[in-house]
């Protein structure tokens, strides 16, 4: 599955963003999606998951109560907006599936297959 980003760009402290993630493949409602990220310097971080029905969501702590993840099945993309975004949230964004039915939203890494290429967030204090 083809994933691609996008959303991106530069905002103030405060401020809203939504990314998008649009997936290709005719089975994407059967798969579990997450969005992760990554500052300069540091690793790859969860940020959030969701369940292949849209059902169940799963947050960081750092994001929780400002970010919220969805999908649209029937336009085959995961959402995440972000609100009340700080500077701290500057990172490269990218989306992952696990092409699976998953009922419980993933957190690790490593258990997904598919990897888009990323979007750039950067919040200015």
């Known amino acids: 599955v083809q994933l691609q980003a996008s959303g991106g760009g530069l905002v103030q402290a405060g401020g809203s963003l939504r990314l998008s993630c649009a997936a290709s493949?005719?089975?994407?409602?059967?798969?579990?999606m997450g969005w992760f990220r990554q500052a300069p310097g540091k690793e790859r971080e969860f940020v959030a998951a969701?369940?292949?029905?849209?059902?169940?969501?799963n947050y960081a702590d750092s994001v929780k109560g400002r970010f919220t993840i969805s999908r649209g099945n029937a336009k085959n993309t995961v959402y995440l907006q972000m609100n009340s975004l700080k500077p701290e949230d500057t990172a490269v964004y990218y989306c992952?599936?696990?092409?699976?039915?998953?009922?419980?939203?993933?957190?690790?890494?490593?258990?997904?297959?598919?990897w888009g290429q990323g979007t750039q967030v950067t919040v200015s204090s």
């Open positions: 969701i369940s292949s029905s849209g059902s169940r969501t």
């Open positions: 992952a599936a696990r092409r699976q039915n998953v009922i419980v939203p993933i957190l690790d890494p490593g258990v997904y297959d598919s």
């Open positions: 493949g005719r089975t994407f409602s059967s798969y579990g």
